[in-house]
Nanobody
Framework: QVQLVESGGGLVQPGGSLRLSCAAFGLDDYAMGWFRQAPGKEREFVAA????????RYADSVKGRFTISRDNAKNTVYLQMNSLKPEDTAVYYCGAQKPGSSFSSNAYDYWGQGTQVTVSS
């Protein structure tokens, strides 16, 4: 049974860091991604990683500040977020992409419930 559970969100000051985690079960061989949705805006792509961890891609807005990684032995995907800005405030969602899909696509098949990240002084 597929299950995605995010954790690690919270309130942080500008310039601070947070690490999000996504516990992912029943998703062998899936690429994983992080997306976010700010109030009044559409959900947007943040970062993605393939099954082996050998390929990653990022939205331009987070390049150099965020790092996606995964530990398949722990069934967990991470998003390390550094140098956070107020505009990073959003609900962050973990997603899973079925094997055989295009890694460059933002079409994902399963979603977690989201975790709130608020960047504010």
């Amino acid at each position: 049974q597929v299950q995605l559970v995010e954790s690690g969100g919270g309130l942080v000051q500008p310039g601070g860091s947070l690490r999000l985690s996504c516990a992912a079960f029943g998703l062998d061989d899936y690429a994983m991604g992080w997306f976010r949705q700010a109030p009044g805006k559409e959900r947007e792509f943040v970062a993605a990683i393939n099954w082996s961890g050998g390929r990653t891609r990022y939205a331009d807005s987070v390049k150099g500040r965020f790092t996606i990684s995964r530990d398949n032995a722990k069934n967990t995907v991470y998003l390390q977020m550094n140098s956070l800005k107020p505009e990073d405030t959003a609900v962050y969602y973990c997603g899973a992409q079925k094997p055989g899909s295009s890694f460059s696509s933002n079409a994902y098949d399963y979603w977690g419930q989201g975790t709130q990240v608020t960047v504010s002084s």
